[in-house]
């Protein structure tokens, strides 16, 4: 059930050229948060940004029971004035939010697929897949050097990353989809994607008839709880209003056979 609180910032801290975790604490958080869920964070009594904005929790628990985090590119005024914010300061919270991941069959191995800063939605769930007995690895697609620091949870947690770079600087050079490959032809594997849209897109496209797949959907959106409409996405199914689906409510977590590519 989604609350509102304030949160108290702990750490603000760096990661990489344009990244940073911010932790703070929150019992009720870390506790009921799933993977795959988010929360709306804001400026208490700032006028901009007005809104609050949806981010998903990195992990839960990782130096305390009750300590949440979240990891963030600066990307526009709103994270640009979240990265200044310091140790103290305080944000206005709500959640959780969203509908998340769903473990895998003991007969499915767990294949997480990220794309840049979608990076940020998948530790949470690649801990709780360690949790449950399962053995996840990471496939990374991003631009380069600059955005390998972000996989830093997944070495301490040692999930295995493999990395596709666009600049050839880590990994195979290319796109993310080429890693997959061979996972899918090797056959039974579920598949966990985050990132940008055409990213996913190509997942949907590798994965259809061959893998089942949940995919995380990223989308602005005002209010995180169903009221403004304005994260809809359109569904592969359906005709008229009918045929879309809000993000923040019947995802951000879906299947991608259910949306249309």
């Keep these: 059930m989604p609350f509102d609180s304030t949160i108290q910032i702990e750490d603000n801290r760096r990661l990489g050229k344009a990244a940073f975790v911010l932790s703070f604490r929150s019992p009720t958080l870390a506790a009921e948060t799933l993977p795959g869920q988010f929360i709306m964070l804001g400026f208490p009594g700032a006028s901009e940004p007005l809104l609050r904005r949806p981010y998903s929790i990195y992990q839960v628990g990782r130096a305390s029971p009750d300590l949440c985090e979240v990891q963030y590119n600066v990307v526009g005024k709103g ?66 050097q600059e955005d390998l620091e972000l996989t830093e949870g997944f070495h301490r947690a040692n999930i295995p990353v493999e990395y596709a770079t666009e600049d050839g600087s880590r990994g195979l050079q290319g796109r993310v989809t080429a890693l997959l490959e061979p996972a899918l032809v090797a056959g039974g594997v579920q598949v966990f994607a985050c990132g940008p849209e055409p990213m996913l897109r190509a997942v949907a496209r590798s994965t259809a008839g061959r893998a089942p797949c949940q995919i995380s959907m990223e989308s602005y959106m005002a209010c995180g709880f169903g009221v403004c409409l304005g994260c809809v996405v359109r569904t592969a199914k359906g005709t008229g209003y009918g045929r879309y689906v809000r993000v923040c409510m019947e995802g951000p977590v879906f299947s991608s056979e259910e949306l249309a590519w």
């Design 79 to 144: 994270t640009a004035r979240l990265a200044g914010m310091r140790a103290g300061e305080k944000l206005s919270c709500l959640g959780p939010l969203g509908k998340p991941f769903h473990l895998p069959p003991a007969d499915r191995v767990p294949v997480l697929v990220a794309g840049g800063i979608g990076i940020a939605g998948l530790l949470h769930l690649g801990n709780a897949l360690l949790e449950s007995g399962r053995k996840p690895r990471l496939l990374y697609g991003c631009r380069g």
